[in-house]
Nanobody, 116 residues
Framework: QVQLVESGGGLVQPGGSLRLSCVGSGFIFSHYHMSWYRQAPGKEREWVASIMSVGNVRKHADSVQGRFTISRDNAKNTVYLQMISLNVEDTAVYYC?????????WGQGTQVTVSS
């Protein structure tokens, strides 16, 4: 049974930091590209960052470039999203996705709220 379980969300003040984690099971984690997406209230889900299965190649959306960093630890079947300098526009439910060719799996999401 494939599972992706996100954690690390919460309430943080503007300018603060959080690190999200997503643990995968039921598939060969190291073979899959991993991505983070987010969905704010009333908005469509948007791509945040991706890290490829090999070569440590990673990309980030312009809106988070320089503030968010995606990384992975294949030994722990985990992908991370380190977030710094958070602002209220970063408030959303954050989802991780595992994808390889036509296959993709999604986690259930973790809420990040940036508020003073």
């Amino acid at each position: 049974q494939v599972q992706l379980v996100e954690s690390g969300g919460g309430l943080v003040q503007p300018g603060g930091s959080l690190r999200l984690s997503c643990v995968g099971s039921g598939f060969i984690f190291s073979h899959y590209h991993m991505s983070w997406y987010r969905q704010a209230p009333g908005k469509e889900r948007e791509w945040v960052a991706s890290i490829m299965s090999v070569g440590n190649v990673r990309k980030h959306a312009d809106s988070v470039q320089g503030r968010f960093t995606i990384s992975r630890d294949n030994a722990k079947n985990t992908v991370y999203l380190q977030m710094i300098s958070l602002n209220v526009e970063d408030t959303a439910v954050y989802y991780c996705k595992a994808h390889l060719s036509a296959r993709e799996f999604w986690g259930q999401g973790t809420q990040v709220t940036v508020s003073s």
